[in-house]
Nanobody
Framework: QVQVVESGGGSVQAGGSLRLSCTAS????????VAWFRQAPGKEREFVSG????????SYRDSVKGRFTISRNDAATTVTLQMSSLKLEDTAVYYC???????????????????WGQGTQVTVSS
């Protein structure tokens, strides 16, 4: 069974930075597209950023462009989301998800992803 683990969440002041990391067991991780989603209380889970299995393609929702950067290391064992200039509206539980059968594009729909982590809380305060 594939296990996905996120880390790096915490509480920061508006304008601050956090770095989230995602790892997963097995060879599935290195051949999967990987995405970050987030969900705030009372709201739908939304796509934040994604990266292709090769690391050569990335995608971001408009509200985080220029502030967040997604990457994966050379061995494809870790996916990182570097978050800067954090805003109050970034407060949410952040989830890492794997699309183990990617057909090219990075999907923005949560239903397209096969494995999910437990989530890590990000809280931004003023």
């Amino acid at each position: 069974q594939v296990q996905v683990v996120e880390s790096g969440g915490g509480s920061v002041q508006a304008g601050g930075s956090l770095r989230l990391s995602c790892t997963a067991s097995g060879r599935t991780f290195s051949s999967s597209n990987v995405a970050w989603f987030r969900q705030a209380p009372g709201k739908e889970r939304e796509f934040v950023s994604g990266i292709s299995w090769s690391g050569r393609s990335t995608s971001y929702r408009d509200s985080v462009k220029g502030r967040f950067t997604i990457s994966r290391n050379d061995a494809a064992t870790t996916v990182t989301l570097q978050m800067s200039s954090l805003k109050l509206e970034d407060t949410a539980v952040y989830y890492c998800a794997l699309d183990e059968v990617p057909y090219g594009q990075i999907e923005v729909a949560a239903s397209e992803y096969n494995y999910w982590g437990q989530g890590t809380q990000v809280t931004v305060s003023s």
